[in-house]
């Protein structure tokens, strides 16, 4: 088909598209059945359109119908039918019925281009009877590794134990990743052993990283015990190729090296499966699907699984040598086992950690966050010790609700917590709230970004004036300030300032101390 030229398939796929189940499956199938081998190649389409419309909108006893039709079709003397069968197949749901008539067909064809479709199909649905027949049926090797990674998903299904410990560990560097700009913050929690024998120690400190060596066994309870990172990488090696084919072996055998599968055993049951991600490249599909080809050839017990696996493999490029990373998939995040529920434009989970730890800690401390959303930063500086009571306002009564049950979810003992609805500007009219009372005011009030505000100048102004009179001498304000403004009030002493990156714009986390007088 020439440039420019209207694809008749596609045309009607666009019309039949359209139609609902009903239509399709009471008019156009038997039409197409009824037809002549040559207007049912013109109609292929319809095969086209029958899969995509079932799956969206399709009931579970329709899609039931329409399995042993596509199964006919398998038989179609028509390639262009068969391969259109076989497309449509995984979208509706296929089972050992759809998967014994595509090994038939496997068995029987010798036309290349079908065999490639074919196992492309049997990627997405096969299963134990596909692996018994992989080395008879020739399947390339792409083929073999997804089926073995469902069968494994479904047969084996895989857990991160944060409970195991690994005790040999020589060489190993671990990766914390944040927000640039909140990296000493995680530097200093990881020296912090107020909590217990130190378990790593800070060996570098980059823009949004900070790099750790083990000093003693360690399970990933023990990393996760430290809460203002954003993701862990166990680095597997560093790797700079001339060219794609060195580049591809390189990765293979980073991937599929003793440390990677040291790693992966000790922190996995099940399965050993892991997702392959070029950070900041976008979608890399061919190198990818050449990597995860050339590590399954080589070590066959670590399987590449893009829908589900509990590992990713993350390449991070880098001046000189790219840094791959195995990175272990905690969703939902352990350390965040209070959060019930959220709001819209709520705080990043990391930068409340990191807010609550500028903060430190006193003892007896009131606290109050003007702005609460879900209650995170509320959560975090109690989660420290020392606090006695929490005060959290906020103009969302649906907000108030969620930060009141994500505080009782935290289950932080000997606190007193109360959740307001109301504009922090009428923080007077909250019971505990009057001038000097508060010890510490920690926020992370909207930057006008998701949520539009009116005047944020003005908004940031009267924060300044709550936290001016509601701090007691000594008190601390921390919060993170969307604007470059300098604190108009002069009992507010600038302590600290940093900026962040909020992952397309900056804020700056300040800490102010209230002066006497």
Same mark, same amino acid.
């Given at each position: 088909?020439?440039?420019?030229?209207? +694809?008749?398939?596609?045309?009607?796929?666009?019309? @039949?598209?359209?139609?609902?189940?009903?239509?399709?499956?009471?008019?156009?199938?038997?039409?197409?059945?009824?037809?002549?081998?040559?207007?049912?190649?013109?109609?292929?389409?319809?095969?086209?359109? &029958?899969?995509?419309?079932?799956?969206?909108?399709?009931?579970?006893?329709?899609?039931?119908?329409?399995?042993?039709?596509?199964?006919?079709?398998?038989?179609?003397?028509?390639?262009?039918?068969?391969?259109?069968?076989?497309?449509?197949?995984?979208?509706?749901?296929?089972?050992?019925?759809?998967?014994?008539?595509?090994?038939?067909?496997?068995?029987?064809?010798?036309?290349?281009?079908?065999?490639?479709?074919?196992?492309?199909?049997?990627?997405?649905?096969?299963?134990?009877?596909?692996?018994?027949?992989?080395?008879?049926?020739?399947?390339?090797?792409?083929?073999?590794?997804?089926?073995?990674?469902?069968?494994?998903?479904?047969?084996?299904?895989?857990?991160?134990?944060?409970?195991?410990?690994?005790?040999?560990?020589?060489?190993?560097?671990?990766?914390?990743?944040?927000?640039?700009?909140?990296?000493?913050?995680?530097?200093?929690?990881?020296?912090?052993?107020?909590?217990?024998?130190?378990?790593?120690?800070?060996?570098?400190?980059?823009?949004?990283?900070?790099?750790?060596?083990?000093?003693?066994?360690?399970?990933?309870?023990?990393?996760?015990?430290?809460?203002?990172?954003?993701? &862990?990488?166990?680095?597997?090696? +560093?790797?700079?190729?001339?060219?794609?084919?060195?580049?591809?072996?390189?990765?293979?055998?980073?991937?599929?090296?003793?440390?990677?599968?040291?790693?992966?055993?000790?922190?996995?049951?099940?399965?050993?499966?892991?997702?392959?991600?070029?950070?900041? @490249?976008?979608?890399?599909?061919?190198? &990818?699907?050449?990597?995860?080809?050339?590590?399954?050839?080589?070590?066959?017990?670590?399987?590449?699984?893009?829908?589900?696996?509990?590992?990713?493999?993350?390449?991070?490029?880098?001046?000189?040598?790219?840094?791959?990373?195995?990175?272990?998939?905690?969703?939902?995040?352990?350390?965040?086992?209070?959060?019930?529920?959220?709001?819209?434009?709520?705080?990043?989970?990391?930068?409340?950690?990191?807010?609550?730890?500028?903060?430190?800690?006193?003892?007896?401390?009131?606290?109050?966050?003007?702005?609460?959303?879900?209650?995170?930063?509320?959560?975090?500086?109690?989660?420290?010790?020392?606090?006695?009571?929490?005060?959290?306002?906020?103009?969302?009564?649906?907000?108030?609700?969620?930060?009141?049950?994500?505080?009782?979810?935290?289950?932080?003992?000997? &606190?007193?917590?109360?959740?307001?609805?109301?504009?922090?500007?009428?923080?007077?009219?909250?019971?505990?709230?009057?001038?000097?009372?508060?010890?510490?005011?920690?926020? +992370?009030?909207?930057?006008?970004?998701?949520?539009?505000?009116?005047?944020?100048?003005?908004?940031?102004?009267?924060?300044?004036?709550?936290?001016?009179?509601?701090?007691?001498?000594?008190?601390?304000?921390?919060?993170?300030?969307?604007?470059?403004?300098? +604190?108009?009030?002069?009992?507010?002493?600038?302590?600290?300032?940093?900026?962040?990156?909020?992952?397309?714009?900056?804020?700056?986390?300040?800490?102010?101390?209230?002066?006497?007088?």
């Amino acid at each position: 088909m020439k440039s420019g030229e209207r +694809n008749p398939d596609k045309e009607l796929y666009r019309q @039949l598209r359209t139609l609902s189940c009903e239509q399709l499956w009471e008019d156009e199938v038997p039409r197409f059945d009824r037809a002549s081998p040559g207007e049912r190649r013109e109609r292929v389409a319809l095969v086209r359109a &029958v899969g995509v419309v079932f799956s969206e909108s399709g009931t579970a006893a329709q899609k039931n119908e329409v399995r042993p039709w596509l199964r006919r079709l398998l038989q179609d003397p028509c390639e262009k039918i068969r391969r259109y069968a076989m497309a449509a197949m995984p979208k509706i749901g296929a089972g050992h019925g759809e998967e014994a008539e595509l090994l038939s067909l496997l068995r029987t064809t010798t036309a290349e281009r079908e065999k490639k479709f074919l196992g492309q199909t049997l990627e997405k649905i096969g299963g134990s009877a596909t692996l018994e027949e992989m080395a008879a049926a020739g399947l390339h090797l792409q083929t073999e590794q997804k089926v073995r990674a469902s069968v494994a998903r479904s047969q084996s299904p895989s857990v991160v134990r944060m409970d195991r410990t690994l005790a040999d560990f020589p060489g190993l560097t671990i990766h914390l990743r944040g927000r640039a700009g909140l990296e000493q913050i995680v530097r200093e929690e990881v020296e912090d052993t107020t909590r217990g024998p130190q378990k790593f120690r800070v060996v570098e400190v980059r823009s949004g990283l900070v790099v750790i060596v083990p000093v003693a066994p360690f399970s990933l309870a023990d990393i996760c015990a430290l809460r203002c990172f954003a993701s &862990v990488g166990f680095v597997l090696g +560093n790797v700079r190729a001339a060219d794609a084919k060195e580049s591809t072996e390189a990765l293979a055998s980073v991937i599929t090296s003793p440390l990677s599968r040291r790693l992966l055993e000790t922190f996995t049951d099940g399965s050993l499966r892991y997702r392959l991600d070029f950070v900041a @490249l976008g979608h890399q599909r061919g190198a &990818v699907r050449l990597v995860v080809n050339r590590a399954y050839a080589m070590c066959p017990a670590i399987l590449n699984d893009a829908r589900s696996a509990p590992w990713t493999i993350e390449v991070h490029p880098a001046e000189h040598r790219d840094s791959v990373e195995l990175t272990p998939k905690l969703v939902p995040d352990p350390r965040l086992h209070f959060r019930r529920a959220d709001v819209p434009a709520a705080s990043h989970p990391p930068l409340a950690a990191c807010m609550a730890r500028l903060a430190g800690r006193r003892e007896n401390e009131i606290v109050w966050d003007p702005f609460c959303g879900s209650g995170l930063e509320l959560i975090e500086r109690a989660l420290l010790g020392g606090v006695r009571a929490v005060h959290g306002t906020d103009r969302s009564a649906e907000a108030c609700a969620i930060a009141r049950g994500n505080f009782a979810a935290a289950k932080v003992t000997g &606190v007193r917590a109360e959740f307001t609805c109301c504009d922090f500007r009428d923080f007077a009219t909250v019971a505990g709230l009057v001038p000097g009372s508060a010890t510490l005011v920690i926020s +992370n009030p909207p930057m006008g970004r998701r949520v539009p505000i009116a005047n944020l100048r003005r908004l940031i102004d009267d924060l300044f004036a709550a936290a001016a009179t509601v701090l007691q001498p000594g008190g601390r304000l921390v919060f993170a300030n969307p604007l470059p403004i300098e +604190n108009p009030h002069r009992l507010l002493k600038l302590q600290s300032r940093q900026v962040v990156d909020l992952s397309g714009f900056d804020c700056r986390l300040e800490k102010y101390v209230k002066l006497a007088r």
